[in-house]
Nanobody
Framework: QVQLVESGGGLVQSGGSLRLSCAAS????????WGWFRQAPGKDREFVAYITGGGQFPYFGDSVKGRFTISRDNAKNTVYLQMNSLKPEDTAIYYC???????????????WGQGTQVTVSS
């Protein structure tokens, strides 16, 4: 039984920071890629970031580039998303996902968490 559980979401003021965590159980993901996606009401799921199995070649969506950082700790089977300089338009439900290859398309990921709400006030 594979589970991915996000945590760390909440309410933050514009310009603030949050760190999201996604902890996996049921199997190891050492050679899998992790992705972060977000979805605001009435909008499609948007790519945020991904990181490869060895931590090489992190990649970010244009809207978060320079503000967000993705990292992983394979010993803890966990991926993180550090979010800085947050803006109201970052408000969304944030999802972590695991896939066999990194991709900006959400359909290429096999496992998904339930999401954590991030709200940025103006």
């Amino acid at each position: 039984q594979v589970q991915l559980v996000e945590s760390g979401g909440g309410l933050v003021q514009s310009g603030g920071s949050l760190r999201l965590s996604c902890a996996a159980s049921g199997r190891t993901f050492n050679n899998w890629s992790w992705g972060w996606f977000r979805q605001a009401p009435g909008k499609d799921r948007e790519f945020v970031a991904y990181i490869t199995g060895g931590g090489q070649f992190p990649y970010f969506g244009d809207s978060v580039k320079g503000r967000f950082t993705i990292s992983r700790d394979n010993a803890k089977n966990t991926v993180y998303l550090q979010m800085n300089s947050l803006k109201p338009e970052d408000t969304a439900i944030y999802y972590c996902a695991a896939g066999e290859m990194p991709d900006i398309c959400p359909t290429e990921y096999r496992y998904w968490g339930q999401g954590t709400q991030v709200t940025v006030s103006s």
